[in-house]
């Protein structure tokens, strides 16, 4: 049996996620592998790394940084969130992953990204923590139109979440039996038509699979969560939702409103802990 842990993105809808693995790893539940998708992998990478804690406090601490999720941001660099910040200056400088523990932790952490010229995802294995690994993170969390797509050995890539939202069967396929999938929208949620898909070809000629991706991108939604919830319903997957819809912008900057969220994942993690414990035991 293989335990394995799945993450959707959802930029800071991702401080639930945050709150719910940091009480995972309060409370000792472990996994074999995890796959994060966008936020998903930026906020968990930090469980491989066996850092609880670590992501609330460096977005409350850098939430109103202008080169966090701003305007001046994307105009000066073409990213809505400073690369070089985000990706150098603050794991590396201001708030250090520990890559060493990262490296050394068995766990066998993926993440998604879109490759911008077929529009077919790619899971890429982050073995160290550094050097690749940190552009493929980067990738996997560059939300199309605000961020450059991401250049990697020649190709480019984009945001995980526009081709494989929720890869419960990606990991079903490396031999992930025994799955707890977190999810950033509520159980009723839906995705509904994209109303611009129309635009996408338009503002990315050059790139016509991750173009159709996005125009796709509902309807590939909703397939898998009717997906999961089959697991679900079969005993091959745990899913965790959020209580109610996560009311919280995508750029949010006010520390109080990252805290809620965050506290909400804590809460809705340690309110099923139990059965999550039995769940991975069975």
């Not at 804690?53 to 966090?68: E, Q, V």
């Not at 766990?107 to 529009?119: I, S």
């Not at 969390?141 to 605000?146: G, K, N, R, T």
């Not at 991750?210 to 991108?217: E, I, V």
């Amino acid at each position: 049996m293989k335990k394995g842990l799945v993450m959707e993105g959802g930029a800071m809808r991702g401080m639930f996620t945050a709150g719910i693995l940091d009480v995972f790893m309060e409370n000792g539940i472990e996994f074999d592998g995890a796959v994060g998708v966008s936020a998903g992998a930026t906020f968990g990478c930090n469980i491989k790394s066996k850092q609880p804690g670590r992501a609330i406090r460096y977005n409350l601490k850098y939430c109103n940084d202008p080169r966090y999720g701003t305007f001046k941001s994307l105009i000066k660099t073409g990213d809505l969130y400073e690369t070089k910040f985000c990706y150098e200056t603050l794991p590396f400088e201001l708030d250090l992953f520990d890559v060493k523990t990262f490296a050394a932790n068995p766990l066998e952490f993926y993440c998604v990204a879109t490759d911008a010229k077929t529009g077919k995802p790619v899971y890429h294995r982050c073995k160290t923590g550094t050097g690749k690994d940190m552009f493929w993170i980067r990738a996997s969390a560059s939300m199309p139109l605000v961020s450059k797509l991401v250049e990697i050995d020649g190709g480019y890539y984009s945001d995980g979440g526009a081709a494989d939202s929720i890869p419960l069967k990606f990991f079903e396929s490396k031999g992930f039996d025994k799955n707890v999938v977190i999810l950033t929208r509520d159980r009723a949620y839906q995705k509904k038509p994209d109303k611009f898909a129309w635009l996408y070809k338009i503002l990315m000629p050059q790139y016509p699979g991750l173009a159709k991706a996005m125009a796709n991108r509902p309807k590939m939604y909703n397939a898998e969560k009717r997906y999961i919830e089959k697991r679900e319903k079969e005993g091959k997957a745990f899913l965790i939702f959020p209580p109610k819809e996560i009311d919280i912008s995508r750029t949010e900057h006010d520390p109080k409103e990252l805290q809620r969220i965050y506290d909400m994942g804590r809460k809705t993690a340690l309110e099923k802990l139990e059965d999550i414990k039995k769940y991975l035991a069975g």
